[in-house]
């Protein structure tokens, strides 16, 4: 019996390589995902750029950094997400998957994994550029800054790619699939951001407030803990509707 549940584990695990690997070697070949999701968050950048052009020397932007910052990931990863699945839908990969004696939450955490992968591959290049346009870090630039922004950076993406991915399979059949993922994106995802927001200017303000980033950041992980759990009990059913 308990050969038998190793046996399994193994499998599964074979399983969620096999959907990784694919997933990443398809992008490595295309970079279709990539691109569109980098050319995306410039173009965010630009309009943000444009837009506090004429704020005025008065005006601090630390104030708003951290919402602008994840009002980019947010319309960057929701194109990613919908390009993902829609991708494999066209391609007839999402019916190969169903078809294989495949378990349904291995399929949700290979996708999963793999939206994550892109989208930090994206922030990595992202941020930086937009700290430097903005000057966001001008009260705190050092490596300790730095360490405590990716570390939000990578709790709230975990969210964003978990729960997008549950989502963008929800919507990928439907006739409007885009707007319905975004519909449905933004509501759910409420709580993430209020907390990944804060903390990201609780760090990047004039006055640092360590306690509000260490509660925000909390809060955030909870959040992906539960949204993770509901994602993976509830794929299959998405999957199968």
Not at 170 to 188: C, Q, Y
Request: hydrophobic fraction near 55%; charge should be neutral; aromatic fraction near 10%.
């Amino acid at each position: 019996m308990a050969e038998q549940k190793q046996g399994s584990h193994i499998s599964s695990m074979r399983q969620f390589k096999a959907i990784l690997k694919k997933d990443i070697v398809m992008e490595l070949r295309t970079k279709e995902m990539l691109t569109s999701m980098g050319l995306y968050a410039l173009l965010v950048l630009l309009i943000y750029y444009i837009a506090l052009s004429q704020a005025g020397s008065e005006f601090d932007v630390t104030n708003i950094a951290g919402g602008l910052l994840w009002l980019a990931i947010v319309f960057t990863s929701l194109l990613g997400l919908n390009r993902s699945l829609v991708h494999e839908k066209d391609q007839g990969c999402l019916d190969a998957l169903l078809l294989a004696p495949v378990d349904r939450p291995v399929i949700f955490f290979g996708k999963a994994i793999g939206n994550l992968l892109f989208l930090l591959i994206v922030e990595v290049f992202v941020t930086p550029l937009f700290m430097l346009i903005f000057n966001a870090g001008k009260y705190s630039s050092g490596i300790a800054t730095w360490g405590y922004l990716s570390l939000i950076l990578i709790v709230g993406s975990i969210g964003i790619a978990g729960v997008g991915t549950l989502l963008a399979t929800m919507s990928v059949n439907t006739t409007g699939k885009d707007f319905v993922l975004a519909v449905l994106f933004i509501p759910v995802m409420f709580p993430l951001l209020l907390a990944v927001v804060a903390a990201t200017w609780a760090i990047l303000n004039a006055s640092p407030d360590m306690a509000v980033y260490w509660k925000m950041l909390g809060i955030a992980g909870g959040y992906d803990a539960i949204m993770l759990l509901a994602a993976y009990a509830l794929y299959e059913f998405v999957l199968g509707a």
